[in-house]
T-cell receptor
Framework: AQKITQTQPGMFVQEKEAVTLDCTYD???????LFWYKQPSSGEMIFLIY??????QNATEGRYSLNFQKARKSANLVISASQLGDSAMYFC????????????FGKGTRLSVIA | DSGVTQTPKHLITATGQRVTLRCSPR?????VYWYQQSLDQGLQFLIQ???????AKGNILERFSAQQFPDLHSELNLSSLELGDSALYFC?????????????FGAGTRLSVL
């Protein structure tokens, strides 16, 4: 079974600063994918970034980067130069790579960006 | 815009009733997933369809059922509704044969059972 743990229920960050959202995972599968989604107050789930378990380099997408430490089973999201619009819930998720398998989500971290 | 369309956006109904939630996946996506988001349970996988066939089941109640039609849209049917079924229901879709297999989510249907 797969499990995602997000230990920070809420975080505050100053505008223009960088912030790291923690995510640890547990799985016995050798091949898996890790994802981060953003859920603003309006409710939709927005895909941010993906990291494959065999990817050699950490994933980056604009201001988002994923700090992937396979041995520690962690996949932290780093948001650089925070903006007020980054205030939202952030969910870490994973799935097995065998076929089109469903996502397992963590409980999320609520990020608040302060002006 | 993710390209996944869910209707309706909001649904208010009474206990014991039955409702149908509809999802149109992104063009070309064969897989459809249904998730439920509630305050106490978080985001939970309900059921997955791939090209019209059920592929995986998660924590879906027997009162709930789903199907995927030949045009690939999907419907989630919730019957004998209870107060605890109030939640945000998401549909997601993904393309087949993709290493990343990113699931793109619709805006959700917010169900309120009164």
């Amino acid at each position: 079974a797969q499990k995602i743990t997000q230990t920070q229920p809420g975080m505050f960050v100053q505008e223009k600063e960088a912030v790291t959202l923690d995510c640890t995972y547990d799985t016995s599968d050798p091949s898996y994918g890790l994802f981060w989604y953003k859920q603003p107050s309006s409710g939709e789930m927005i895909f941010l970034i993906y990291q494959g378990s065999y990817d050699q380099q950490n994933a980056t997408e604009g201001r988002y980067s994923l700090n992937f430490q396979k041995a520690r089973k962690s996949a932290n999201l780093v948001i650089s130069a925070s903006q007020l619009g980054d205030s939202a819930m952030y969910f870490c998720a994973m799935r097995r790579n065998s076929g089109n398998t469903p996502l397992v989500f963590g409980k999320g971290t609520r990020l608040s960006v302060i002006a | 815009d993710s390209g996944v369309t869910q209707t309706p956006k909001h649904l208010i109904t009474a206990t014991g009733q039955r409702v149908t939630l509809r999802c149109s996946p992104r063009s070309g996506d064969l897989s459809v997933y249904w998730y439920q988001q509630s305050l106490d349970q978080g985001l939970q996988f309900l059921i997955q369809y791939y090209n019209g066939e059920e592929r995986a089941k998660g924590n879906i109640l027997e009162r709930f059922s789903a199907q995927q039609f030949p045009d690939l849209h999907s419907e989630l049917n919730l019957s004998s509704l209870e107060l605890g079924d109030s939640a945000l229901y998401f549909c997601a879709s993904s393309v087949a044969d993709s290493r990343q297999n990113i699931q793109y989510f619709g805006a959700g249907t917010r169900l309120s059972v009164l």
